[in-house]
């Protein structure tokens, strides 16, 4: 069984850092890309970043480049995303899913059950 397990949301303070993490299982992590995604209340899921297991490629919004970091640690089957300098805005639900990079969030799967981040001003 596919699974991916998010974790590290909480709440920060404008300009702090938080890490997430996704932990995968039941599938063969070098061969798919593992997306984050984020829902904020009323708006639509979209796309924060993404890394291809294979080749490392990474993908990023405009609305967060220079400030996250995506990585992957292929042998704990497990990516990171470094969120430093959050603002407000930044306040979300964050999922993990598996897909390819690029696609829209419709094509990706076995989404995680999410982590919440909060940033107050």
């Known amino acids: 069984e596919v699974q991916l397990v998010e974790s590290g949301g909480g709440l920060v303070q404008a300009g702090g850092s938080l890490r997430l993490s996704c932990a995968a299982s039941g599938f063969t992590f070098d061969d798919y890309a593992i997306g984050w995604f984020r829902q904020a209340p009323g708006k639509e899921r979209e796309g924060v970043s993404c890394i291809s297991s294979s080749d490392g490629s990474t993908y990023y919004a405009d609305s967060v480049k220079g400030r996250f970091t995506i990585s992957s640690d292929n042998a704990k089957n497990t990516v990171y995303l470094q969120m430093n300098s959050l603002k407000p805005e930044d306040t979300a639900v964050y999922y993990c899913?598996?897909?390819?990079?690029?696609?829209?969030?419709?094509?990706?799967?076995?989404w995680g059950q999410g982590t919440q981040v909060t940033v107050s001003s």
């Open positions: 899913a598996v897909g390819v990079c690029l696609a829209p969030p419709a094509d990706f799967g076995s």
